[in-house]
């Protein structure tokens, strides 16, 4: 799928955000050696163009909803989480978007839309597909995002979900992420096809191969995809081609990519595409980037000192949020 | 009051609160068309028509998530796993998802979902069509687990279930269903966390669940004719657990069998007598007795899955081991 | 996949099996009527053919096994099960295959390959892989079946299961009965697309549709697939269209299914059609026939007497045959 | 003696055991050729080669589902399940196929399957990557449960297991992997069944798992400050469960406490109450307490972690509980 230029507003927002969120991996990281974060976290460094395009096609008003991996940072920022609850909650303090309860493997903030972010791989696919049956009964018009790796396109939920939204044709978007790299294993060595979307026709499903380091082609299968899902066509499975630039989670320096990999995928860097695309249509320029970017780092360094200063969450909160009533 | 099967009463319930909440729905395999293979919901299909009553593949994962998502976005979703064994495909839905999301989210999601099960013994099903399985849903904050006896309970826990905001694991007895006994008219709910004193007596307390409280009632009159009464009651929910009303009649017993349809490791004994070892430990005058299968599974020959599922003999051994002096 | 002409002793055999399984299927229908049998049953009474052709490739004595359904009567009369401990385990009585502990839905005869009848939908598939395994670590040169029905190319299992046994390029053959039913429901309102078959593309698996009521055809189909995985070239998929005669389990009328759809069936009976072609071929004539039905009626009712007058199991053994020591 | 760290001994079983049967196998996801996400597996790749040790796809279903296949058909796999909280996905192969195929077939079949699988809190992992385990195989009759807490256990049992002709479910702590501790040279074997007393005392009973035992032994060392004497009894195994280590310690110190890392509903206390029942009813000077997390989910947040997980303070107040005359 070829890129679709987008109006410049739309462009900006995009580039924005991109540089919003790498900015925000680099500071978990950081803080993740510092040991204020503390358990696991998984970048999403060099995906951030499948979150900016993805987000351009949530509407939460209208009752679109996205399930992702605990690789979901990206996609949390880009629906428009707010800094501050983000921050806190990957610290587990209060005034995180869940209390400190989930941390960073389980985001979710539902006023953007974002059911969850899902620690077990596969489990999110089916719920989306739960989402997108309220949508199809409630006939409100809503589309469903599922986010996933490539690495989970093996497991049985992962089948099962694509199996039962074909059949009953519910308004739902299947987004791989295919960044090469299941955990420390790539991609080939666990599957048997070449491409993630190969498996569409398993479920007699439309596919799109789109390249994930251009939010604008990303943009366009999206909004193909979700006019499928929309006039009552059923599902599409969308593989981005992508990477992460970092290891898989944590400390992972990941040994185990080849050499010069990393190096040619930092070369088709997601923000500098969309930035080349735009200074070349003079829609920005060097010094508006650098302005940007200096924006987004006082945000958020911002946010961080706040979320440093958050307590952590009071025992007494311990045994709440597990009963509705 | 109306003559109910367990079945119907299943169905009552259901139908009831489908008219009474259109976002109720109901899915699962089979049971929209042809009613389920246990025919506890034929009609359904007619009355409220294909969106809301469906039947799926066979995706135990993908019909328990499914009901999550729908749940989670403002349906009441009503689902059956056709045997609760088959819900070990689609474990983690329901013990990593649907249990934990509220907390993960901070309180944000509620996940007002039931899941109907059909489970137990005695019908000659074999090792992976007869368990008891209340033991893997009890045993996770985050679930309530129901397990009616009686058809009015049936009605009456079902309904309430669907009301809950949270997810219900809801277990039904498959060696119930054609049980026939009365029910209210009208409306009919019966609260979680409230056992039912089904027969009062000062000996002992036997303490069942569905199957098991019939066992422990026939037991009951063949002691009462040696002149020991024994008080029974019937949980209804495990999750929660009404402590209180065992807890009650320990005070004028002062022994406690409980009687449970599952391995002595993976039955819901463990927890009562957890729960009321503080007080009972001053009362009882005698061990508590579970009777269970033990580390048995279930054989699919009749006569041997008959000789491993406590029965109305078992239960007169183990009290007579209790030295109850009249 | 055409039918190829077998030699005539091989055409016999498996005549008189087909014939065996159908009068042992009619006769458990009735002693469950009569509740000498109790709990359920599932006939493969119509699905004859599958059964015994991919019996004639499995050889135990190579290691060969096979896994299958609660639908597997049939399967393990092909492979060779004594109908003694076949109808005593039927009735869960002692000199049963499995000492009355497992029961219609769990027969298993390591003798002859058999390790068991799965009455959980896709169970057997990954046990079969993993058989398959053993072949492929010990380079036995065995192959190993797992049997399945169009509903469960749905489960979770079904999925895994192909996709490690591709990727691990294992001498597996997942042989499909497509009997057009999942318990009540028809393969296509569960299913996206028309055959099981398409789904084997997303594996990279070859596949083979093939008439199920045709033993030869089957036989040809299933010899492509043995010799695709001995030569290491890993999985085939293989979907037998057939038809199951009885309803579903027990007593389910089968009231679901269209009207004349059944009578079209026996139209093509698949012992009928191989009768036919050996009557045609001068191998057989109608007094032989009626002499071999006599034979195996005269069989299966003596194996039931025999069941019959066995006791049912000591309640002594109820703990036995838990731990393996 | 070699001081070793848990993960490594872990290895060194894996090791010695495939380099003394040719048909141990081990498989699981990163395992092989990255060693494993705990790095316990590291070389076995590279020693053993393709054929044995291999990485496989996210499909837990089908590597518990395979290791039984190969299991049953002559190899003795160890398999590594990442998360124990991920067996959820294929509970079906644990606890209806691995745990029931031996009783269904009449005794024809065996399972000799070792599952690995780290579990256990401390590490602020969440709700989903956190859980003790335990409860969910524990409760199923046909299978082990193997839970070290010492590098030498760790050792020792995981041998054990692997020898086991009967499926094994091998829990490790993955917040004990960086332990270190003394281990025996040479072939050392751990059975199964044999409880281990880690500490005398005759003042009350501590009988506790893993990370749980270390708790113990703190609140012992603290509590002996003032005179209060501990027995800290490590089970080692819940399947078989050494009943009469415990039995023998009451019989000395008349009170127990059982201290779980899991919800009171899920953990192993209740089975270890009932089991001793009949003795202690008339032993016991006290009720048994449970230190547990109760009804709780656990919390990303670490505070909130530490403050759920029994620690040594709330071993402490459960002593005191108990009323002990000096
Ligand atoms: C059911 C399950 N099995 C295993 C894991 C451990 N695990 C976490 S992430 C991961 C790799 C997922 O790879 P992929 O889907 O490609 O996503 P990516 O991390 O590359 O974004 C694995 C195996 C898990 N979380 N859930
Ligand atoms: C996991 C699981 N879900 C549901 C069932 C109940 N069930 C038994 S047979 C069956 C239908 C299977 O259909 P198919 O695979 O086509 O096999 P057939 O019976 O037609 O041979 C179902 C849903 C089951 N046994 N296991
Ligand atoms: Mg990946
Ligand atoms: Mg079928």
Redesign the pocket.
């Known amino acids: 799928m070829p890129p679709v230029p987008l109006p410049e507003s739309a462009r900006k927002h995009m580039l924005r955000t991109m540089m919003l969120i790498r900015v925000v991996e680099n500071q978990v990281q950081t803080l993740f050696s510092e040991n204020v974060i503390q358990g696991t976290t998984h970048l999403a460094n060099g995906q951030e163009a499948v979150a900016v395009a993805m987000a351009a096609h949530v509407n939460p008003r209208r009752g679109d909803t996205v399930t992702c991996t605990y690789r979901g940072h990206s996609h949390a920022l880009a629906l428009g989480m707010q800094l501050r609850p983000f921050f806190a909650e990957m610290m587990g303090r209060t005034g995180g978007c869940s209390k400190g309860k989930g941390g960073s493997m389980h985001l979710t903030d539902l006023s953007i839309g974002l059911i969850g972010t899902f620690a077990v791989v596969g489990a999110g696919l089916p719920i989306s597909v739960g989402a997108a049956l309220t949508a199809q009964i409630k006939r409100n018009g809503s589309v469903h995002l599922a986010i996933f790796g490539d690495g989970s396109v093996n497991i049985g939920a992962w089948h099962e979900s694509l199996n039962l939204a074909a059949v009953w044709k519910l308004p739902v978007i299947f987004l791989c992420e295919n960044n090469l790299y299941g955990e420390y294993t790539p991609y080939l060595r666990t599957s048997p096809v070449a491409h993630v979307a190969d498996r569409a026709a398993a479920y007699g499903l439309p596919a799109i191969i789109v390249d994930g380091q251009d939010a604008e082609a990303l943009h366009a299968a999206l909004r193909q995809a979700s006019e499928h899902a929309q006039n009552g066509s059923g599902p599409t499975l969308i593989e981005a081609k992508t990477y992460r630039y970092s290891g898989h989670s944590r400390t992972d320096p990941a040994a185990y990519r080849p050499a010069g990999e990393l190096e040619q995928w930092l070369a088709r860097d997601p923000i500098q595409i969309l930035a080349d695309r735009m200074i070349a249509d003079r829609q920005i320029d060097a010094q508006e980037i650098a302005r940007l970017q200096a924006e987004v780092e006082a945000e958020v360094n911002s946010a961080i000192q706040w979320a440093l200063a958050q307590p952590f969450p009071n025992t007494e909160t311990l045994y709440e949020d597990i009963w509705a009533s | 009051m109306t003559v109910l099967a367990y079945r119907d009463a299943v169905r009552r319930a259901l139908d009831e609160e489908m008219a009474r909440d259109e976002n109720v729905i109901f899915f699962g ?2 049971v929209a068309r042809a009613g389920g ?1 246990f025919k506890v919901t034929p009609g359904l299909f007619e009355k409220y028509g294909e969106d809301r009553v469906r039947d799926t593949p ?1 995706s ?1 994962t993908a019909i328990i998530g499914s009901a999550i998502g729908a749940a989670i976005t403002g349906l009441r979703p009503v689902i059956e796993i ?2 609760a064994d ?1 819900a070990a ?1 689609a474990y983690d839905q329901i013990v990593n998802q649907a249990a934990k999301m509220r907390y993960m989210s901070g309180g944000q999601i509620s996940v007002p979902l039931t899941i109907r099960m059909a489970h137990g013994a005695g019908m000659s099903f074999g090792a992976q ?1 007869s368990q008891s399985c209340e033991g893997w849903f009890m045993s996770v904050p985050g679930l309530k687990v129901a397990v009616p006896g009686t058809p009015a309970d049936a009605l009456g826990l079902l309904k309430t279930a669907i009301r809950d905001p949270n997810p219900v694991v809801f277990l039904e007895h498959k060696a119930l269903y054609a049980d026939r006994a009365d029910v209210p008219d009208g409306e009919h709910l019966v609260p979680f966390g409230k056992a039912a004193l089904c027969r009062s007596g000062q000996h002992v307390t036997i303490v069942a669940i569905q199957r098991m409280v019939q066992m422990a009632l026939k037991a009951a009159d063949l002691l009462a004719q040696e002149g020991i009464e024994c008080e029974v009651i019937d949980l209804r929910t495990l999750s929660p657990l009404d402590v209180e009303t065992v807890q009650l009649s320990l005070r004028k017993t002062a022994r406690l069998i409980t009687v449970e349809e599952s391995p002595l490791a993976g039955g819901w004994g463990g927890l009562v007598i957890s729960r009321i070892m503080d007080e009972a430990i001053w009362l009882l005058d005698a061990p508590v007795v579970r009777v269970t299968m033990g580390e048995g599974i279930i054989p699919f020959s009749p006569p041997l899955e008959r000789a491993l599922i406590p029965d109305e003999q078992r239960i007169i051994a183990a009290v007579r081991q209790l030295g109850i002096k009249r």
């Open positions: 395999e089979d293979v066979i135990e056709m045997f088959f495909v069509h």
